[in-house]
C-alpha cells in the first residue's frame, strides 16, 4: 500500500519578500561581499537582492527587515527567528515560542544558544543526527549490510523530516548557486540535465525524463563557503602545497565535517494532462527490460542493466493520476508501453510522491534539463506541470565515503531494498527503497565479481559498454583537482583507488567541486 499525503504547493527557491533590501540601510561596504552592521556585525552576502547572508559567526542564513531597527532571520536548525538592534545577541524563536542567547561556539561541540525558557543550552539540530560517528569504520569493514541499510535509512529519515513552513527539511538547505556563486555570478539554473548525461560519446543523451538538482545542508555549505573550494586557484595552491609535502593517495583528500551531508534529487515530469501519454511513469524493479550479455555474470544485487538501459527500456510502468483523488488498490489502465499496446499499469496517485509545480521561475530550467534527452517532452512542459521525485543520491561525509541511493516504487515494501526502513519514514517518503554502499582501502566492495556489492541508482547511472559493474562510490571517489582528463565515468582496475589522488585534491566523493569551481582565469585571487 502506498502512503499518501497532502502535498502543499512546493517551490525550489524561498520566496524573497519586499523588506529584505532594507537589511542594506546603514551598513557600509559593496552591494556585495563584506559588509558591516555596527550592531549585527560583519557578514558577507552574494547580492544585494538574494537575501541570503553568510555571518561572521551565525553562518548562513536568510535575513528580512532593516538592520537599524529589527530583523528576522531564517536558519536551517531553528527555522525563523527575531531580533533587533537592542536585543542582539538575544533572539525570539517562533517555533520554540522561547528566547534564545546566541553563543558562538569555540569548538564544534559547543552548543549554539541558551533558552531562557528552559534553562538549558539548545544543541544545533543541523548536526543532531542519531549516527555514531565511531562505528562507521566498524561498519565499513565488517560487511554487515544490514547494519550499514539502518545508517542511511537514519539518514533518510532526517533530511525528509517535515519542518516549519510544511517542507521536508532538504529543502530548506542551500542549492549549487547558493554554494557556488560569487559576487552574483549567475551559474545557471539549479534544475539540470544530469552531468554524466551530457556530451555521451553514444547515440542516447542519458535516461529519458531524468531532472536532477543539488541541496547542500548548513556544515557542507559553510566548509566550501570558508575554504573558498569555489575557486579553482584554492585547488592549484593545495595541489602544490601537497606536493611539498609529499603527501600521496588518501592523504590527499578533503577531510569534509562528519555533519556535512549533500543531496542530488532526481525529477521526472508528468504533465497535468488528461491524455495519458505524458503521465506515464517508468518504474525500475531492479530488474532491466534487456537482458545483460552472456559475458556478464549473472546479475545480482541489483541486476547490472546493459548499455541500452533506460527508463523507457524499464518493463514495469504506472499511469499517474494527476487529480488528487484516492485510488482505488488494483486500480489499471491500459496504455502503450515498451512496445506493448496493451499494458495493464496500475494507477496511482499524484499525491503517492513528492513532487514540485513547475512555475514560471523554473519553467526554463526544467525545459533546458531534458530537451537533450526527451525532446517531445520538453515542448510540452507548461506552468502547471509536476517534477515528481523518483529518486535521490544521499552523500553523507564520513570516513570512509559512504553513499546511498534511494528510488520510488509503487510496492514500497516488498523486497530487499525495503528492508529495515524504520516506522519514522512517513508520508509519502515511505514510498521509496534504498540501497547504499561503503568505500574501503581494502578495494573489495566496487569491482563486480561476485563478492563485492553492486550500487547504483538507473535514474542516473552513466552509461557504460557492457553495463555498469561497480558502484556510486566507486566513481565519486574519484573526483578531484589535478587530472588532465577528469571525467565521472566508473573506472575500474586500479589497486588502490586512492592512488588517483597522488598528482591531485581528491574531493571526498563531490563532482561537483570539479564543474562549478570558478576558474583561475576568471577570478581575482
Not at 559588509?35 to 536568510?62: A, I, M, V
Not at 544558544?113 to 538549558?120: D, L, Q
Not at 544490514?146 to 513552513?165: H, K, M, N, P, S
Not at 585547488?235 to 606536493?243: C, R, S
Request: proline share 5%; glycine share 8%.
Amino acid at each position: 500500500m502506498l502512503k499518501s499525503v497532502y502535498l502543499p504547493l512546493i517551490i525550489l527557491t524561498i520566496t524573497t519578500l519586499q523588506s529584505h533590501a532594507q537589511l542594506w540601510s546603514g551598513v557600509n561596504g559593496e552591494t556585495v561581499g563584506w559588509k558591516h552592521s555596527d550592531w549585527f556585525g560583519s557578514f558577507w552576502s552574494p547580492s544585494r537582492e538574494s537575501g541570503w547572508l553568510y555571518h561572521e559567526t551565525l553562518g548562513w542564513l536568510y535575513a528580512e527587515g532593516d538592520s537599524q531597527s529589527d530583523i528576522e532571520i531564517y536558519t536551517t536548525d531553528l527555522a525563523w527567528l527575531y531580533t533587533n538592534e537592542s536585543l542582539y545577541p538575544v533572539f525570539y524563536s517562533y517555533s520554540k515560542d522561547d528566547w534564545l542567547n546566541y553563543v558562538p561556539a569555540t569548538n564544534p561541540d559547543t552548543p549554539y544558544w541558551y533558552s531562557y525558557g528552559e534553562g538549558v543550552f539548545v544543541e544545533r539540530s543541523s548536526v543532531a543526527i542519531t549516527i555514531q560517528v565511531a562505528d562507521l569504520a566498524e561498519l565499513a569493514q565488517d560487511g554487515n549490510h544490514d547494519a550499514r541499510r539502518e545508517y542511511f535509512w537514519t539518514y533518510w529519515v532526517y533530511v525528509t523530516e517535515i519542518v516549519d513552513g510544511g517542507i521536508p527539511r532538504f529543502e530548506t538547505w542551500f542549492t549549487r548557486d547558493d554554494v557556488f556563486s560569487e559576487d552574483g555570478v549567475d551559474l545557471g539554473a539549479n534544475l539540470h540535465q544530469p552531468r554524466q548525461h551530457q556530451n555521451l560519446d553514444t547515440d542516447s543523451n542519458g535516461t529519458p525524463g531524468s531532472i536532477t538538482s543539488l541541496f547542500f545542508n548548513e556544515a557542507l555549505t559553510d566548509y566550501i563557503r570558508s575554504n573558498e573550494f569555489y575557486y579553482e586557484q584554492t585547488f592549484i595552491d593545495l595541489v602544490e602545497e601537497y606536493n611539498e609535502e609529499g603527501l600521496t593517495g588518501i592523504d590527499r583528500a578533503l577531510v569534509f565535517p562528519e555533519s556535512s551531508i549533500g543531496l542530488k534529487p532526481i525529477w521526472f515530469p508528468i504533465l497535468n494532462r488528461t491524455d495519458t501519454t505524458y503521465r506515464i511513469m517508468p518504474v525500475w524493479d531492479g530488474d532491466p527490460q534487456y537482458p545483460v550479455t552472456d559475458s556478464t555474470p549473472d546479475a545480482v544485487n541489483p541486476p547490472l542493466p546493459s548499455s541500452d538501459n533506460s527508463t523507457l527500456g524499464f518493463k514495469t510502468a504506472v499511469l499517474v493520476d494527476v487529480s488528487g483523488d484516492e485510488i482505488s488498490d488494483g486500480t489499471t489502465e491500459t496504455i502503450s508501453w515498451n512496445g506493448d499496446d496493451d499494458y495493464e499499469a496500475d494507477v496511482v496517485s499524484i499525491n503517492d510522491f513528492y513532487y514540485q509545480i513547475i512555475t514560471e521561475e523554473t519553467l526554463d530550467d526544467a525545459y533546458s534539463a531534458l530537451e537533450d534527452q526527451y525532446p517531445d517532452l520538453a515542448e510540452e512542459l507548461a506552468v502547471g506541470d509536476y517534477l515528481m521525485l523518483v529518486g535521490m543520491h544521499l552523500l553523507p561525509e564520513a570516513t570512509p565515503v559512504t553513499y546511498g541511493t534511494l528510488w520510488w516504487h509503487d510496492d514500497p515494501d516488498y523486497g530487499e531494498y525495503a528492508s529495515l526502513r524504520p516506522d519514522s519514514v512517513t508520508g509519502v517518503f515511505a514510498n521509496y527503497v534504498l540501497d547504499g554502499t561503503f568505500l574501503t582501502d581494502t578495494n573489495d566492495s566496487y569491482e563486480y565479481d561476485g563478492t563485492g556489492k553492486v550500487v547504483f541508482n538507473p535514474y542516473l547511472e552513466a552509461y557504460k559498454a557492457g553495463g555498469v559493474a561497480s558502484n556510486c562510490v566507486f566513481c565519486h571517489v574519484q573526483a578531484g583537482y589535478g587530472f588532465e582528463d577528469p571525467s565521472p565515468a566508473p573506472r575500474t582496475g586500479l589497486e588502490d583507488a586512492f592512488d588517483t589522488f597522488n598528482d591531485s585534491v581528491g574531493f571526498g566523493g563531490w563532482w561537483v567541486l570539479v564543474y562549478e569551481v570558478i576558474s583561475a582565469a576568471d577570478d581575482d585571487q
